[in-house]
């Protein structure tokens, strides 16, 4: 292993001998024949990520020895106690049973150590042989587990609480009384080898904690239903799927049945196999009384890891003892508490690299924390990472004509140009139809006089709709209208329904996209009641008008012939456990502004593949073939919805399978160039312009990072696409 001015460089030589049990940790993605990842379009910039560097000692390695007993002993508890009685005379290990892990070589000339203990219980004496194996590969899963436990104790050195994955500070809490709600800073890290070196890579979290109980949530919904028919199903929709914390233990379950039948008074079979009632354990072991004997309790079940640890049958949980986690539907829709609480979680730049700082700062004088680190020769660096990053050229957005606009970096809005403007293509809107309620009338006529006014800036000609005004704004009487205006055949209904909170959009969409195909406009009359902005407004509906009646508001310049641009991505409901719904949007034409969709249930990875995914690609290739009259030459797939564990599975099973898929369709493997590429938008890493505290900023949209932080085993890069005016901007990860 080379080491590079004091930081772990990942080209190796074995040490000792071979190990044939070494699994490569990570899947190698990158191409053999790739030289070189990094881009060279685009102007140079001075750019710092949330990494810190991880630096050793010069020829700092990791070595791993095999550890034997004679006797034999199986318990693993047993065989770590002799070992540590060594403690003093061994240099800094870590030791799982078999193979203990050390940074300093234990024999000069590498041969094995013999050494005795006396076992406690029968005073027998125990030899132990501890012979080197060889030196830790950086590609092994042992040598990135290894950072991960120097990393976790450093961690919890800092007092900080576990919760799932991710630490938080409950001493650091914020409360925000007024809308019951706690926050608990925290921190998400992780540690493994990136291009030259193992960097800690470090994101500022926020746990939204609910001061509020379950018990409170369920006697809410009985207020509002009083208790009748609909009282079990609303408090089953509002809590299945929930994510739940106890207090007592600070440990999080999720809600996956509400067993109505039982009460904090039944009783269980404790330890002994003795009686007791739920109340008395927890007054018991945790000393929390109970209010409410009657409430029912909510069943948890256990998670792998957990059966994996004996945790068989399911878990039942008091209400009352449960605090709800995350923000209900409601709190979202609470514009004052969205905006109080995103002072705390959506942090500036600046302000975030000030965190980060503390949190590098709290690792580096801990004293305790510094003693161990030095202990295994290792230090983290106290600044963030710093390197060169591209920014590309924005783009010229085309209308048709002479209709042609840009934008500035820094925000990335062309909106201005649609004050006169001429779209690419135009959909035919001279025969439409408005519905909406008596009560909004006023609001509903001023908005079509402003679409009408707005229409032709945009180079579209939309003629007077025709109007059917309601009686009342339940679902029910928009979803009778609608079957009659339906069957009338215009190009586009516009549907103005109430507000966004009740069931008036799913019904609506369920009619206008499932049962009676037609291009539907939902807007609510919440947006229509503000005078303010109306027309910025009706310029937006206007061009998602023209969209969905097959229109191109504008289009880029494209300088790929013959490609087709494939996406594909999943939703996984959290209230329908195993239902998921995948959907593949195809382009079709040259500007990639036209597209074919196609969407499915299913229940496993198998069902996914074969009656979802493939069946909707031969379809688009059909669809493609026949506006075109040819296949496309080239391919190139956006895949999202896939975590970093699922990689193994794509490679060997949905490439392939795509692959066959081509063929059938008459595409050779020389004939069809395929490039298939992951995307994350849900990842740690953030990016600030500047070099030092102070001056960091948001890097503008059209920022690529393809070298430093990328991955060795990947051909990867980051890419900035969007620009934001408060917080931190999130990039998103193309692994290609």
Known sequence: MKITSGSISGNSTLVGESRDSATEFHVRTRPDTLQSKKGTLGDEMACASNYFALVAKPNWRLLQYRVDMSPDIDHTGVRKALLYHHKATLPKFMFDGTVLFTTTRLNPNDAPIVLTSTREHDKATVTITIKLVGEVQPTDYH????????????????????????????????????????????????????????????????KVLRTDTVLEQIEEIYKRTGGAGQ????????????????????????????????????????????????????????????????????????????????????IYLIPELCNMTGLSDEQRANFQLMKTMGEYTRQGPDKRAETLAKFSERLSSKPEIVEELQAWNLKFSKDLIQFRARILEPEMILGAGSSKATYQLDNADWGTAFRKWNSFSVG????????????????????????????????????????????????????????????????????????????????????????????????????????????????????????????????????????????????????????????????????????????????????????????????????????????????????????????????????????????????????????????????????FTGTKPGQYGNPNSGTVVDDVVTLPERYDFFLISQSVRQGTVNPTSYNV
């Open 428 to 687: 035919n809107c001279q025969k439409w139809a408005v519905v909406f309620s008596n009560r909004d009338e006023a609001v509903t006529k001023e908005f079509v006089n402003s679409l009408k006014k707005v229409a032709p800036s945009l180079g579209m000609s939309m003629g007077s709709p025709k109007i059917f005004m309601l009686t009342d704004n339940r679902p029910a009487t928009y979803i009778q209208q609608l079957d009659q205006v339906i069957d009338m055949k215009p190009a586009i209904v516009m549907i103005v329904i109430p507000n966004n909170k009740g069931d008036h959009y799913a019904a609506v969409k369920k009619k206008c996209c499932i049962e009676k195909p037609i291009p539907s406009q939902c807007v609510t009359s919440t947006v229509l009641s503000k005078p303010k902005g109306l027309m910025s407004v009706a310029t937006k509906v206007a061009i998602q008008m023209n969209s969905k009646l097959g229109g191109e508001p504008w289009a880029v310049k494209i300088p790929l012939k013959d490609t087709m641009v494939i996406g594909y991505d999943t939703y996984h409901d959290s209230a329908q456990k195993g239902r998921s719904v995948g959907a593949v949007v195809a382009s079709m034409n040259s500007t990639f502004t036209k597209y074919l969709s196609v969407a499915n249930l299913h229940t496993n990875p198998a069902q996914e593949l074969n009656d979802n995914m493939c069946p909707a690609i031969a379809k688009a290739l059909r669809k493609y073939a026949e506006i075109n009259g040819n296949l496309p030459a080239r391919i190139i797939m956006y895949r999202d919805g896939v975590g970093d564990g699922q990689i193994p599975y794509v490679m060997e099973h949905e490439i392939a399978a795509i692959q066959n898929c081509f063929r059938a369709a008459g595409l050779t493997d020389d004939q069809l160039l395929f490039t298939y590429i992951i995307v994350s938008k849900r990842i740690n890493t953030r990016f």
């Open 231 to 314: 009282f079990r199903p609303s408090v089953e929709k509002a809590l299945l799927g929930a994510i739940v914390i106890t207090r007592y233990n600070n440990s999080t379950y999720r809600i996956d049945e509400i067993a109505w039948d039982k009460h904090p008074s039944d009783e269980f079979e404790g330890r002994n196999n003795e009686k007791i009632t739920y109340m008395k354990y927890y007054t018991d072991k945790y000393n929390k009384s109970i209010r409410d004997p009657k409430q029912p309790l909510i069943v948890s079940m256990p998670k792998v890891r957990e059966q994996r640890g004996g945790v068989s049958g399911p």
């Open 143 to 206: 040598y990135m587990q290894f950072f991960n436990i120097v990393l976790r104790s450093a961690m919890e050195k800092m007092q900080l609480e576990l919760i799932r994955r991710n630490y938080y500070d409950p001493k650091a809490s914020i409360t925000l009384g007024q809308y019951k709600l706690e926050l608990w800073p925290g921190y998400v890290t992780s540690i493994r080898q990136h291009e030259s070196q193992i960097l800690l890579c470090c994101e500022i979290s926020c």
